[in-house]
């Protein structure tokens, strides 16, 4: 396939009837993949309805923060496991490895562990993703391109910034990303000819998520980072201080991309009307939450605990989670995210 057929796909998996969780995968002109995706770095416990809405509506940080990961995007394969230097275990495809290597993990039988290795994002059996090109190009562009987006992604993490199912998440990671690299976002199409559902898609990514899905704190549009004030910073590290970079720079209103429907004037009262997720029954939960309507949360909860949309939402979040642990365990060789 001659040089020039460089792509970056958005790819995005079901994860209830109507929304999606958006990746991105870059692909050489020869067709290999690397796949670039964010998700939660923490299980929570407890029902999956508490923790939507209490991560949603009142501001806990059950799913921990937000976590890029990156890899080779490749069909399911049979692996070893080949202890390195610095500890951690790099994944070979059995098929051709020397299985008599010293380094290689043992099994309680004295033969090399064998398991079955999936990419971040690989579909699932019966599980269709849609695509979308959104930039084409050489390999060297790529390649420019992909840095951008893993040195944007190793500030995120370094941020460590509070991951939130509809606020601040995965698809937020996809798009920022994708401005990061000089991409202009957008999703793939649906049945129906428009684009997918993916909360969040195309808003900056912020510190902190509070109540009523507020976002605070510093934020991230994929180019530049910002304080609470809206003043330049250099990217942050959780625990430090940010400093302006231009002290004398005035305040700026508004936050890039975000436009909030939940921030209500100073001297209002929260009512049903300033709180919106997107998600009716949400909506009705943060209602009652605020009114201090005990019949009204109840009802709201109990509409929401049988929703197919949070056993989903909670469904994929434990997927997510359980594939980036497995990727971090191991850590594979793969282009290394900047500082």
Known sequence: MPDGNAKIIVGTSPV??????????????????????????????????????GSTLL??????????????????YQAVYQKQADGSLQPIPREGANLEDARLVKGADGEPLVRTETAPDWPRPNETHEHRTVWQGTDAQLEQKLQAALKAG????????????????????????????DVTPALPLGKDGKPVTAPNFGENLYQDVGIGSYRSGYWFDGKQWHDSDNHKIQPPK??????????????????????????????????????????????????????????????????IAQSQQVQALAAEGHRQLANQQQEQARQPQAPAMGA
């Open 154 to 181: 190793q500030q995120i993490n370094n941020a460590q910034l509070e991951y939130s199912p509809l606020a601040n998440n995965s698809n937020g990671v996809a798009s920022t990303l994708l401005k990061a690299a």
């Open 238 to 303: 959780s625990g430090e201080a940010t400093v302006p970079l231009d002290p004398d720079e005035k305040s700026r209103s508004g936050s890039g991309s975000f436009h909030s429907s939940i921030d209500p004037p100073r001297d209002a009262q929260p009512t049903q009307t300033a709180f919106s997720t997107g998600d009716p029954e949400l909506d009705k939960l943060a209602a009652a939450t605020f009114a201090n309507d005990e019949a009204g949360l109840s009802q709201a909860a109990a509409q």
């Open 59 to 76: 501001g806990s940080d059950n799913y921990g923060n937000i976590r890029v990961d990156a890899g080779p995007y490749v069909p399911p």
């Open 16 to 53: 209830a009837a109507d929304r999606r969780h958006a990746y991105l995968l870059f692909e050489h002109s020869d067709g290999r993949q690397f796949v670039v995706r964010g998700g939660p770095d923490a299980n929570p416990e407890g029902s999956a309805i508490g923790n939507l809405a």
